[in-house]
């Protein structure tokens, strides 16, 4: 059985990898447009499938946190206010400093997001048919859209949220069979992403409630490993937006892997480095901050002097350095201490 409220190191570990997968497709993808060459391996590409990884973690993390709330109503703002002083601040933080840069100079930012109701959305969390005004935000969208209905059995017991989970796959699924996607914003509310949040859920479930030994763990282990390589190898070789629902099979391997390795640690047989365990929980400040670090130093190539130039890939390391350096200290000196005041302002639950 797994106590709730514990913490694994492992989901830490994943998370600093995953956040790390989305700083290496960004430097892909700015190295491409500034540089003009292929410096970073192409398999850099698809680090935004470290997004489906962050999604299945956090569906585990909300049910492993959260999970014994089920049924207990006056539970319910406790557990809105830690969401939301969990990702609000430092994205306030961070809009406001991405709207400085687009009313001072605005240079390469897209024309919708000077709107009103994009601005007053990308601050809410809210759903758009366009890009929030940091663009990595997007993810938030989905994010919030999971807190809300995890709502749904804090509220109304388990048994509304199996419900509920059950016709939210099936709405997915038939989405999915269709032969065009449905417009916004139903084509948000049925989006595969969604499914992986449950999968996270399910994950969680099963390692509280059954007990797995280290052989059946690892054998886990092995075939979500196997399942999370198929997964990338079909999504690499899709063509089509419809296509890429084979995310889905990563994330389902994704899943058989958080099963194993919360098993293999719980039983002393699995634990991850130091530097990864710190790298996750600095990942949140990774993921909103490294784009203004790469997209800002690349813009700047072609403005070096001749000499650093001369080693582009050198260049290149650096700031991969620098985004993942300066992200644990936003983390260290920002958003720790911001979430932690919050927290202090929350209101009391009448039941705990």
Same mark, same amino acid.
């Given at each position: ?7 694994? +190191? ?8 995953? @956040? ?30 470290? !997004? ?9 993390? =909300? ?10 109503? +006056? ?11 969990? =990702? ?18 605005? @240079? ?9 109701? #994009? ?34 059995? =804090? ?71 196997? #399942? ?17 629902? !084979? ?49 800002? @130093? ?8 001749? #000499? ?13 350095? !620098? #985004? ?15 979430? +932690? ?12």
């Amino acid at each position: 059985m797994t106590k709730p409220g514990s913490r694994f +190191e492992v989901l830490q570990a994943y998370r600093g990898l995953a @956040a790390g997968a989305l700083v290496f497709d960004h430097l892909y993808g700015q190295s491409q447009a500034h540089m003009g060459a292929d410096l970073v391996p192409g398999v850099c590409r698809f680090g935004h499938l470290g !997004v489906d990884f962050f999604f299945v973690l956090s569906g585990f993390i =909300i049910q492993h946190v959260h999970g014994a709330d089920a049924g207990r109503p +006056e539970r319910g703002g406790d557990y809105l206010w830690r969401r939301v002083t969990r =990702i609000w601040p430092l994205l306030a933080l961070l809009t406001t400093l991405k709207l400085v840069y687009m009313l001072a100079w605005g @240079a390469g930012v897209r024309g919708e997001k000077f709107e009103l109701g #994009a601005i007053v959305a990308s601050y809410l969390c809210l759903p758009q048919p366009g890009w929030p005004v940091l663009d990595v935000a997007w993810t938030l969208q989905h994010e919030a859209l999971f807190y809300v209905l995890f709502l749904v059995p =804090i509220l109304l017991g388990r048994g509304a949220w199996r419900a509920l989970w059950l016709v939210w796959l099936v709405l997915i699924g038939v989405a999915l069979a269709r032969a065009s996607p449905p417009s916004f914003p139903v084509s948000f509310l049925v989006s595969p992403l969604n499914a992986e949040f449950l999968f996270g859920v399910a994950a969680c479930v099963v390692c509280q409630r059954l007990s797995l030994d280290v052989r059946r763990a690892s054998a886990l282990l092995a075939l979500g490993l196997a #399942a999370s390589v198929l997964g990338f190898w079909l999504y690499t070789n899709a063509r089509t937006s419809e296509e890429k629902s !084979v995310r889905l099979v990563l994330a389902c391997g994704l899943t058989l892997v958080l099963v194993g390795s919360v098993v293999l640690e719980r039983a002393g047989r699995l634990r991850p480095p130091r530097v990864l365990r710190e790298l996750g929980d600095a990942s949140y400040s990774l993921y909103l901050w490294h784009g203004f670090v790469v997209g800002g @130093a690349l813009a700047f190539w072609a403005r070096l002097p001749a #000499a650093f130039r001369e080693w582009p890939r050198v260049f290149l390391v650096g700031v991969a350095l !620098v #985004a993942f350096a300066t992200s644990i200290a936003l983390y260290r000196l920002v958003e720790k201490p911001a979430m +932690e005041r919050f927290r202090r302002l929350r209101p009391r639950a009448s039941g705990a």
